[in-house]
């Protein structure tokens, strides 16, 4: 059920771009705020994510005996589209890749603060520094986007891939109190955790191997946030790459961009790879 599912989501998002109208948010800002003032901010995580994962976890055993498991194969589909990474990654990097080879770095650097919350935040104060945010904010947003949501989707079902998805809202929120996001970014941190280490084995499958697994080797039992250990081991399979030193401005932009789609090629490669496997395993 899982394989069919992933292939309907992903068909389901190579029509819409993303989860299409499946993914309204206004629920859950709704639901935050009705609790903002709930007890501590542990309590009010668990009201957060726990209430509505058991109470999905109820309505799919509910449904399980209904018309041959039909109800229950629909909503876990609904809910993996749901827990899908927002808005569309193809059209965000074409945009910023737009402005990106046009020599506009403002216009570049507004797309690509639609990559990376690290950009919103601190801002770049080069062409050099925004072409690396925003590479590892596509390292990421690969991840956080499909790999993870997958990954929770298979390892213990639909449920839990909605767990994921609420955390990393609640870690992402700026209108939470920032106690609550810390909160939230802890529990994110060790739901990602084996997933970026699966994902970053399959970057060394895919890509330069011997690099790769000696970078993937030293994160093992790192403790960096998931978008840096992505980027590390990401970088060492690129068969593409800027230099170091000094690279002049055409080159430099020409270098950046095939980085960028060589980033997305090697995401896409990576979820297929796993996509294949979770295929073999429904088969055994």
């Known amino acids: 059920m899982e394989f069919f599912a992933i ?26 705020a009705m609790t903002s003032d709930m007890g501590s901010s542990t309590l009010r995580l668990l009201m957060l994510v726990a209430l509505p994962v058991l109470s999905v976890f109820a309505v799919l055993w509910l449904l399980g005996p209904l018309l041959f498991g039909l109800p229950v194969f629909l909503l876990s589909v609904a809910l993996l589209l749901y827990s899908l990474g927002r808005g569309d990654f193809q059209i965000q990097l074409k945009l910023y890749l737009n402005s990106w080879q046009r020599g506009d ?21 080069n062409a050099l520094q925004l072409h690396l945010s925003v590479r590892k904010a596509m390292f990421y947003q690969g991840f956080e986007r499909w790999f993870a949501v997958v990954f929770w989707f298979v390892l213990a079902g639909p449920a839990a891939a909605l767990a994921y998805r609420l955390l990393f809202l609640l870690a992402n929120d700026d209108q939470l109190r920032q106690e609550d996001r810390d909160r939230a970014a802890v529990a994110l941190f060790y739901m990602e955790w084996l997933p970026v280490r699966l994902l970053g084995f ?4 895919i890509g330069n191997f011997d690099t790769c697994i000696s970078a993937w080797r030293e994160h093992v039992e790192s403790q960096q ?7 590390d081991v990401g970088m060492k399979a690129l068969p593409v790459y800027l230099p170091e ?11 950046a961009t095939e980085e960028l789609l060589a980033v997305q090629h090697l995401l896409s490669r990576s979820l297929l790879v796993w996509v294949c496997v979770v295929a073999v395993v429904q088969l055994i």
């Open 105 to 125: 770095l403002e216009g570049a650097y507004q797309h690509g603060r639609g990559f990376s919350t690290e950009l919103c935040e601190t801002g770049a104060e």
């Open 202 to 205: 399959a970057f060394a499958i």
């Open 7 to 32: 292939l309907i989501a992903w068909a389901a998002v190579q029509f819409w771009g993303s989860g299409g109208v499946i993914q309204e948010d206004q629920w859950f800002a709704r639901y935050r």
């Open 245 to 255: 030193g000094q690279v002049d401005g055409e080159q430099f932009v020409k270098l």
């Open 225 to 231: 946030p998931s978008a840096e250990i992505l980027d």
